[in-house]
């Protein structure tokens, strides 16, 4: 089951913040296909927020296909984003692990890691070199 937090000082609307978290889990093999979501009411009491919040989270995820909701029983996982097995995640998790490392003790901070890791995995994206 995913547990939802919020960065209340991100910007980022709360009902996107629930929205980006679901397909984060489900990229990340940690939600599977009938899985059942948090139902609004353990949400609501878990971040203090308005129902109707999770609601269109939810609603937005089921636009996408990517949950089905089931009166009286929740919301389900329809289908996952993933592209690589959990094992393959967990060993590219530790290799990133080593590199996020690396770059601490090489003195960036958090925000200068994210902004050269997201810059290499545009470039490599586009097929362009990393190195």
């Known amino acids: 089951m995913v547990t939802f937090h919020l960065d209340k000082g991100s910007g980022v609307a709360t009902y996107v913040q629930l929205v980006q ?3 984060h889990a489900l990229r990340l093999g940690l939600l ?3 899985d059942r979501l948090p139902t609004a009411k353990e949400v609501v009491a878990e971040l203090a927020i308005n129902p109707n919040t999770v609601l269109k989270a939810y609603r937005e995820l089921e636009r996408e296909g990517l949950v089905e909701g089931k009166p009286g029983l929740g919301t389900f996982v329809k289908k996952t984003l993933g592209g690589a097995s959990f094992a393959e995640h967990t060993r590219l998790r530790k290799s990133l692990g080593v590199w996020v490392r690396d770059a601490r003790e090489s003195g960036l ?3 200068d890691a994210e ?3 997201a810059s290499v995995v545009v470039d490599a994206f586009r097929g362009e070199r990393t190195a």
């Open 21 to 23: 978290q679901v397909k």
């Open 32 to 34: 599977e296909p009938g």
């Open 109 to 111: 901070d958090q925000e």
């Open 115 to 117: 902004a050269l890791f």
